[in-house]
């Protein structure tokens, strides 16, 4: 004791006078590597304690090579000092020296095979470094010996789960869970396992139990937003709410419960969360605009007005403030006003193609065509104005009046200007089809696929149009496949699906494809008509009554509504 005593007076010593104390010679080879240091020398236990004290003096105070050194020294010293090897390779793993730290891990575990704790660690700085194969095999070790050990269940489930092999990690970590219901981090592992497998049931539970063990902002936003993916809006609002008990300066729950009171149509309670946020934000006008599209959505013009004037006061170059302006003054019948404010946006301005499509309705509403074409025609004449769009626009005000040679004409213009652009050839495909030039337009669609391959509502028309004539059904099916990947949400593409199988002959697979987009666009006319046709096809004559008379209620047009109504008339009764 009187030795080690003095050892460590010589080390305080060393720290506090640097170089005031010699510390024992030792000799150490050149080469660094774990590998040479001879185990086979006699143990020198006292020079081995003075550098092991050194190398965490070292440590302590940042001077990370100095501790490596030390440590070296002190294994030179007493090769067998596995307590040395463990602090250098925590060391080694701290600078970042990986591949030195499991060498040294390994020695340990050649000293001590029985030692889970040292092959732990070792399987961890295996899964740091991605060496995954390695790390499963260690953790299974450790298993193996010990078949109820929570930690290395835990550490493999999550493993497991970075490399998504799920079925794998629920196994061990369900496993966990049932030896030990009170695993925090089993539950929680699990519950993020759940949600990553989209079993949303499973993964609520497993967050509930994971909070209730160890609540925390981090965790109860994660549960938050499983409950809002199952729909479940008061129990996200109310988790959420509690986030805001513990932390009222979060953001993120704030923001959370805007869009779920938006959902939940309590504008007053979105509001009221805005006006939080606003008194934090370093840009509490990107909180104004949202506060004023909220009261626009909700019909509360004036306030909108207000909210929007107030943004432009303080900043004139807010051109998204003034175009919802100019649709909140349009909403409020202010037609005037509203165009003062979209002639405002300039060109190089985000919302400036909007602002022009939305002056152009509005003259369009008004049906003052010389003013259209005179707007148009200004945008068009210089290169910085100039938009594709401008140009479909312009066509439609000549088709509006019956001057489709000089909509023709515009859509020549256009595509000399904009050459490569797929979207204007489309709409120049469906210019000629409301014309008449149905086999015009089938060709233009063609080109815009030359040019854009994967162009969605272009493979959609040509599909459908082949379909209701009839014709290339093959073709068509094609076609509306592929566009149906491309837009798997847009019911109008699912329909024409639908409507090709019908085509075919294949009624029980239209009726299936027609009602999932009837559940994508319920309040189409046409959409109805077709699942009409379809469960009348299958015998479902009474469904199909029932689709008939919405598509009946839903058509505007007299001649639609006269085919419906002979279709009702045909039914059995």
């Known amino acids: 004791m009187k030795r080690y005593f003095w050892l460590a007076i010589l080390v305080l010593l060393a720290t506090s006078c640097a170089g005031a104390i010699a510390p024992p010679e030792v000799k150490v080879k050149q080469e660094r590597a774990p590998e040479a240091v001879p185990e086979e020398e006699s143990a020198d236990t006292e020079c081995s304690y003075f550098y092991f004290l050194w190398g965490n003096t070292a440590a302590a105070n940042g001077t990370l090579d100095e501790a490596q050194e030390s440590y070296e020294k002190a294994l030179v010293c007493d090769p067998a000092a596995d307590g040395v090897m463990r602090r250098l390779a ?53 298993l193996t010996d010990d078949p109820a050990n929570l930690d290395a269940m835990l550490y493999l489930g999550a493993l497991h789960a970075s490399k998504r092999e799920y079925e794998k990690a629920r196994e061990m970590l369900e496993q966990l869970v049932r030896l030990d219901d009170q695993s925090f981090g089993g539950h929680k592992y699990l519950a993020r396992l759940y949600r990553e497998m989209r079993l949303f049931d499973k993964a609520a539970v497993a967050y509930n139990q994971a909070l209730e063990l160890g609540w925390s902002v981090p965790l109860a936003l994660e549960a938050g937003e499983v409950l809002e993916q199952q729909g479940r809006l008061e129990e996200s609002i109310a988790l959420y709410q509690q986030v805001l008990d513990e932390d009222e300066t979060n953001d993120q729950a704030r923001q959370r419960l805007v869009g779920l009171f938006l959902q939940a149509d309590r504008a007053d309670a979105a509001l009221a969360e805005l006006e939080e946020l606003r008194r934090s934000s370093t840009e509490p006008y990107k909180i104004d605009f949202t506060i004023g599209r909220i009261l626009l959505d909700s019909g509360r013009l004036d306030e909108a007005i207000a909210k929007f004037n107030s943004i432009l006061a303080v900043d004139q170059g807010q051109d998204g403030a003034r175009y919802m302006l100019a649709l909140g003054r349009l909403k409020n019948k202010e037609r005037g006003k509203a165009k003062e404010q979209l002639l405002k946006i300039p060109a190089d301005a985000k919302m400036y193609e909007e602002a022009i499509t939305l002056l152009v ?6 049906k003052d065509y010389a003013a259209m074409e005179q707007v148009l025609k200004a945008r068009l004449e210089a290169p910085a104005t100039r938009k594709p769009r401008f140009y479909a626009l312009l066509a439609s005000v000549y088709h509006q009046q019956g001057k489709n040679d000089q909509g023709k004409e515009v859509f020549r213009l256009g595509l000399a200007a904009f050459p490569g652009d797929a979207n204007l050839m489309f709409e120049y495909g469906i210019f000629l089809d409301s014309t008449g030039d149905h086999e015009a337009a089938l060709a233009k669609m063609e080109e815009v696929l030359k040019i854009e391959p994967d162009h969605a509502v272009a493979l959609n028309f040509l599909g459908y149009t082949w379909a209701d004539h009839g014709v290339n059904l093959d073709k068509a099916l094609e076609y509306i496949q592929r566009a149906v990947t491309l837009r798997p949400e847009d019911g109008f593409i699912r329909d024409s699906l639908g409507w090709v199988f019908f ?25 109805n008509e077709h699942l009409g046709d379809a469960l009348h096809a299958v015998g479902a004559t009474e469904k199909a009554r029932g689709q008939y008379e919405r598509a009946l209620a839903l058509f505007g047009e007299e001649e639609s509504k006269e085919k419906v109504r002979n279709k009702i008339k045909e039914l059995a009764p």
């Open 90 to 142: 925590s060391l080694l793993v701290r600078m970042g020296k990986q591949h030195e730290a499991i060498t040294w891990m390994e020695k340990v575990i050649a000293l001590h095979p029985a030692d889970n704790e040292s092959r732990f660690w070792l399987a961890q700085i295996y899964a740091m470094m991605n060496r995954y194969e390695e790390a499963v095999v260690t953790y299974q070790a450790i």
């Open 503 to 527: 085509k075919m002959g294949q009624f029980e697979r239209a009726r299936q494809e027609l009602e999932a987009a009837l559940a994508l666009a319920p309040d189409d006319p046409t959409l």
């Open 361 to 366: 309705r509005i003259l369009l509403d008004e």
